[in-house]
């Protein structure tokens, strides 16, 4: 989910669901997380 660009990159505010889990909620640049955002596990909930 979020803002792919013109290159099928990530950009802007998105999140990256693993296996039905969401794993990373915040900003991407070129594919990456970059910025402001919050890593999820399911040790830490």
Do not use: A, C
């Amino acid at each position: 989910m979020g803002t792919i660009n013109r290159d099928g990159l990530r950009e802007g505010n998105g999140k990256w669901y693993q296996d039905g889990i969401l794993v990373y909620e915040g900003e991407y640049r070129d594919d990456y997380p970059n910025g402001q955002g919050e890593i999820y596990s399911k040790e830490t909930d």
